[in-house]
T-cell receptor
Framework: EAQVTQNPRYLITVTGKKLTVTCSQNMNHEYMSWYRQDPGLGLRQIYYSMNVEVTDKGDVPEGYKVSRKEKRNFPLILESPSPNQTSLYFC????????????FGPGTRLTVT | AQSVTQPDIHITVSEGASLELRCNYSYGATPYLFWYVQSPGQGLQLLLKYFSGDTLVQGIKGFEAEFKRSQSSFNLRKPSVHWSDAAEYFCAVVQLTYSSASKIIFGSGTRLSIRP
């Protein structure tokens, strides 16, 4: 089954404790991205990756890092989480040549205390 | 820059009543528009999309949307809502770029509640 998976689905952590949210897709998609969803703001793009070893900032990249060492994986790294990063995070993927068919993961709800 | 506006933050309708969720976009050319639904605790599901052609688009779960260029709108409708339609709905537009870095711009969402 074609899908985007994220782990963990729920995470409660404390300020400053480094964490990684994993994202994996099995559709051989070149393009992957991370969004955060906040009430009243919709989904905003954090980072995206056009292919392996090619990443770029989205609209709200501050406080986040990403890496793309393999085509299927696109982890989101919070080196020093802060309470304002409490949010719902979605990973998404698509074919590079098809900007219209994007597949979303189930989401990761992160709480930073 | 492209943008999407959903003017209604929260709407409550009675079960069986009709529904219309508003969406306005800002885009210079023909937009590529979507409606997504997010049920409580779930991810995003694509309801329908408009690229070109017929301005009335049919989607899943009995939803439809009408593209009106003159009003820059892409409103979502359903003739009779069910309690299971309670969810958050997002309108979105594709922001095309010269490269393959095109991305989806989302509206702020409309939360739909259903009154029994």
């Amino acid at each position: 089954e074609a899908q985007v998976t994220q782990n963990p689905r729920y995470l409660i952590t404390v300020t400053g404790k480094k964490l990684t949210v994993t994202c994996s897709q099995n559709m051989n998609h070149e393009y992957m991205s991370w969004y955060r969803q906040d009430p009243g703001l919709g989904l905003r793009q954090i980072y995206y990756s056009m292919n392996v070893e090619v990443t770029d900032k989205g609209d709200v990249p501050e406080g986040y890092k990403v890496s793309r060492k393999e085509k299927r994986n696109f982890p989101l790294i919070l080196e020093s989480p802060s309470p304002n990063q409490t949010s719902l995070y979605f990973c998404a993927s698509r074919l590079a040549g098809d900007p219209y068919e994007q597949y979303f993961g189930p989401g990761t709800r992160l709480t930073v205390t | 820059a492209q943008s999407v506006t959903q003017p209604d933050i929260h709407i409550t309708v009675s079960e069986g009543a009709s529904l219309e969720l508003r969406c306005n976009y800002s885009y210079g050319a023909t937009p590529y528009l979507f409606w997504y639904v997010q049920s409580p605790g779930q991810g995003l599901q694509l309801l329908l999309k408009y690229f070109s052609g017929d301005t009335l688009v049919q989607g899943i779960k009995g939803f439809e949307a009408e593209f009106k260029r003159s009003q820059s709108s892409f409103n979502l409708r359903k003739p009779s809502v069910h309690w299971s339609d309670a969810a958050e709905y997002f309108c979105a537009v594709v922001q095309l770029t010269y490269s393959s870095a095109s991305k989806i711009i989302f509206g702020s969402g409309t939360r739909l509640s259903i009154r029994p």
